[in-house]
């Protein structure tokens, strides 16, 4: 059973009434996780939704979603009264704030968690080491998940993303427990995407100072074929490793979209984001270890399911 939980800004809680429909929506990082819930309402009941500030949803005792509120909405008509609220993962607290421009002689995770993170209230689970990076830069205009996102996933190797329970979780992907779908997996529905626009075989990293170049290639979709290259010009006098750094990290991106498979399973949270799915269906398609890039389970009219993206699992990230 579906239990939603509204805490408003001074600390109260409102627990909402039946759930009727949800939508709950999970990627690995941008764009943030969302949520939409509709409840049975009784018109005249006290009016104290406008001061809710954050979100809980459980799915029989568990949770499954943590958030902001961005919307409240509620009304009658013939067929009777209903509320709906709609908002977004706990990632929304870092985009929604302009980060202060610095300049950090050397900047540690610390320093980010503790200035870009800390001030709103949310926890973070570390399960990396991350190098210290000296000369680290925040830009005027950039927002606050801009600034973690930069320092973990371009110097770190690490995406940063948020899990159902509102924690900043700074650590590799699991690689142990996978989920399998056989050939007596409920799948109603399955679609293989290999796409080539977009995905970049080769970057040339230029300081703009020296004219150095830095090449840096992805050699297997060379080998396949891959001929799309970019040109990226760094500030002056960059370092080496920050020009490795942001070729690498150029092609990784562009990389995401090269296979995608997207799947529907008749049962809501089958999977998470991250998580490992192992592929072995009668249809012998795309057969293989995939690893989920975004989760939607939904509740309406036709039943509760579950829509999985998947990617090759070094393609996440």
């Given at each position: 059973m579906m239990q939603g939980v509204l805490t408003c800004w001074d600390g109260r809680r409102i627990i909402l009434p039946d759930v009727v429909r949800w939508k709950f929506q999970y990627g690995c990082g941008t764009p943030c996780d969302s949520f939409q819930l509709t409840c049975l309402w009784e018109p005249g009941e006290a009016d104290v939704l406008a001061e809710a500030v954050?979100?809980?949803?459980?799915?029989?005792?568990?949770?499954?979603?943590?958030?902001?509120?961005?919307?409240?909405?509620?009304?009658?008509?013939?067929?009777?009264?209903?509320?709906?609220?709609?908002?977004?993962?706990m990632a929304a607290r870092l985009l929604d704030n302009e980060a202060l421009g610095a300049d950090y002689q050397v900047a540690t995770l610390e320093d980010i968690l503790r200035d870009h993170v800390a001030p709103?209230?949310?926890?973070?689970?570390?399960?990396?080491e991350l190098p210290a990076v000296p000369n680290f830069s925040v830009s005027t205009g950039?927002?606050?998940w801009q600034v973690v996102y930069?320092?973990?996933r371009y110097y770190g190797g690490i995406a940063p993303r948020f899990d159902r329970y509102g924690r900043l979780v700074i650590a590799p992907w699991p690689d142990g427990e996978r989920r399998v779908l056989g050939p007596d997996a409920a799948v109603t529905r399955l679609t293989?995407?290999?796409?080539?626009?977009?995905v970049l075989s080769q970057v040339l990293v230029r300081d703009r100072t020296s004219e150095e170049v830095q090449t840096v290639a992805d050699g297997d979709f060379l080998r396949r074929g891959g001929r799309s290259r970019r040109v990226l010009t760094m500030p002056g006098k960059s370092s080496y490793q920050a020009m490795r750094y942001s070729g690498e990290y150029q092609l990784?991106?562009?990389r995401e979209a090269l296979r995608t498979?997207?799947?529907?399973?008749?049962?809501?949270?089958a999977a998470w984001p991250g998580e490992l799915v192992e592929l072995n269906l009668t249809q012998n398609v795309g057969t293989g270890l995939w690893r989920v890039r975004e989760s939607v389970s939904a509740l309406e009219e036709r039943g509760s399911y579950t829509r999985l993206t998947l990617a090759p699992p070094d393609a996440v990230g």
């Open positions: 954050s979100f809980t949803a459980s799915q029989d005792g568990e949770t499954v979603f943590t958030g902001v509120v961005d919307e409240c909405e509620r009304g009658w008509d013939s067929s009777g009264g209903t509320l709906t609220v709609a908002g977004r993962g709103y209230g949310i926890p973070a689970s570390v399960g990396a950039s927002s606050e930069e320092f973990c293989l995407r290999d796409q080539r626009y977009g990784a991106r562009a498979l997207e799947l529907e399973l008749p049962a809501a949270f």
